[in-house]
């Protein structure tokens, strides 16, 4: 595994992650402005409840987003450590490919497809 290539590609997918999760969040402060603004009942208003799946929906995102940009942080983490790049689970080398696919991957794909088996 060329190490500094893992690095430039975490610091890129840490950059990219970092300017979606501020997106995300100048787009739920313009939801919750625009639904405190108006006004709107939730439960009985269904122009209410559609702004409320909107801004769940955004949430959810922004979560996921936010996990995310964790788990780049910890690949990085691993890589000055020495253990990047190795499965956590089962401690084989996880392979460049899915490195490549997926930078911040803490487990080989066996585990991850045993994972989403269980
Ligand atoms: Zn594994």
Known sequence: MDE?????RLLAERAATAE?????RAELAAVAAASAGSNLDDEHD?????????????AGLRTHTERHLL???AAL????????????RCGQPIGDARLEALPATRVCVTCAAARRAT
Do not use: H, I, N
């Open 4 to 8: 500094s290539a893992a690095e430039s």
């Open 46 to 58: 269904p122009e209410g409840a559609t702004v409320a799946f909107e801004r769940e929906q955004l």
């Open 20 to 24: 979606r999760l501020e997106s995300m």
């Open 71 to 73: 788990d780049v942080d």
């Open 77 to 88: 983490y691993r890589l000055r450590d020495g253990s990047y790049g190795t499965c956590e």
